[in-house]
């Protein structure tokens, strides 16, 4: 579309027509008529402000064009196709080669909360570590498409700005061997701004690090996830998503797939409020003790998804140890030598959902050491201790289960 309307305003500068006037002008010029074959592209230029004609209501076709007068259009054509505080980026032909220098440019020109950039990154692969900032959204060329990538521990990506981040794959590839830093795709740290900052349509990949974790959430700090994809794997131990502050995980399938650690889990949440809706979280590793889901402080809701684990030794569907509701969600537990769908120490509710172990030995599909916890229509499929209160609970023959 570019390329046409500036092949376009060329043709339309040096069309040769008459200078008299005519009784029917073209875009408020006198000198073209607009049964002219080349007026609807003397239109275009005209409403875009790419030319300013030659005079009051003249156009001019006659005359020459400068090559200082030249400069003008294309200068102008190029605000026309490229709107303001919008920035290309690409390894080759973009108006920056690195995101981050994009990112900069655009704080030093104002950009705020209130005052939105929007980066375009064209495919391709950038090796970077990447801080976002308020008002600059950040948007690829799609998933496994544009590729942003480092082996910085800390985060390939450190967000906490309010800002949005979409269709890109975001990896981190640090080999770093200290058991207690995190190698994270996504660092989020505190943010204070209006709303939190969000990642849509987007791949998390942490790779290769002692402690993989594809998003790590730092206390007092808040992220959203949707429409995602979340990988992550680590030599001693993976975390999917590692919160101490809040998150909110919408549509994204999480997956720990080749844990060969100590331990494996999906997601972690030590403080704040919590959400995973419309998901599926896939705990299913090659390590001693796996939790799909952990909630060690704050709350947690788990609404129309999908819990599965699958690990060597200890396997847990939920641990809860603060306070979490469930709701519209299928749990299954599938191995381990030892394996609990659901252990509640805390506050809990499960209502309208399904709670499953494998057959085998140990193996609990409720299992309360502590706490309150009320089971409310729910299918349960294995063995329930602790007494918890329930309510129209069901086995997988629609037998009732009396808790």
Known sequence: ????????????????????????????????????????????????????GCDTNLYCPHVAVSRLAMAAFLNRLGDAVLPPRVLWVANEGGTFSSIQAAIDYAKSQGASAFSTWLLKVAPGTFTEKVTMADGVDVEGSGTGITVLTSDAVLGTLVTGAVAELRHMTIRNTSSNPHPNIVSAAVWNVPNFGPIEPRLVDVELRAELGTYG???FVA????????????????????????????????????????????????????AGSATISNSRIGATAGADTVNAVVVNGGTMLIENSTVLAF???????????????????????????????????????????????????ARVAFARSGGTATIAYTRIVGPVTGSPACLGTYDANLVPVVC
Not at 12 to 30: E, L, N, S
Not at 241 to 261: K, W, Y
Not at 336 to 353: D, L, M
């Open 213 to 215: 974790v594809a998003v």
């Open 311 to 361: 690990g060597l030794t200890t396997t847990t569907g939920v641990r809860n140890q603060a306070t979490t509701t469930i709701r519209n969600t299928v749990i299954d537990v599938l191995a381990g030598s030892s394996k609990q769908t659901v252990s509640n120490a805390g506050t809990i509710r499960v209502e309208s959902s399904s709670l499953s172990v494998a057959d085998g030995n």
């Open 1 to 52: 579309m570019a390329k046409l309307a500036a092949t376009t305003a060329v043709a339309a500068i040096a069309i040769a027509g008459t200078t008299a006037a005519i009784a029917a002008p073209c875009a408020g010029f006198t000198d073209v008529d607009d049964a002219s074959p080349f007026c609807s592209n003397v239109a275009w230029i005209n409403n875009r402000g790419v030319t300013l």
């Open 219 to 270: 206390n007092g700090s808040g992220l959203t996830i949707r429409d995602s994809r979340i990988y992550a794997t680590g030599t001693s131990a993976s975390d999917g998503v590692h919160s101490n502050g809040g998150v909110t995980l919408r549509n994204v399938d999480l997956q720990l797939a080749s844990s060969l650690g100590n331990l494996a889990q999906g997601v972690v949440q030590n």
